[in-house]
Structures are given as C-alpha cells and as structure tokens.
C-alpha cells in the first residue's frame, strides 16, 4: 500500500446529551477513500466551583 498526497481528518459530533456525547471521526484522501474510521463516546462532567 502506498501512500501519497492530501489527508484530511473530518470529525463530527453525532449526539449531545446532558451526560453523555458520541462523536465519529474519518481519515480520507483527495480521492475520497476512507483509510481510518473511529467512534467515541465521552462522558460529561458538571463544572466543579472553583475550577477553571
């Protein structure tokens, strides 16, 4: 497999909760071929007093 040429990393937030949130991200060429896909899945903590 070669590789060569523009990559770009397209990230996008599918779902916000109050607690929760779930976001995708692709690794794509010029071309639009997918070389890497991901999904997370984070957990929202209220701000603390005090905290930054």
């Known amino acids: 497999m070669r590789f060569?040429?523009?990559f770009v990393c397209r990230g996008a937030v599918i779902h916000r909760g109050r607690t929760l949130a779930l976001s995708e991200?692709?690794?794509v060429?010029?071309?639009g071929k997918v070389y890497?896909?991901?999904t997370e899945t984070?957990?929202?903590f209220p701000k603390e007093n005090g905290a930054r």
Do not use: E, P, Y
Request: proline share 0%; with cysteine; net charge negative.
């Open 4 to 6: 060569g040429g523009l």
């Open 25 to 27: 991200a692709q690794l």
């Open 29 to 31: 060429d010029s071309a």
């Open 36 to 38: 890497a896909h991901g």
């Open 42 to 44: 984070c957990m929202i």
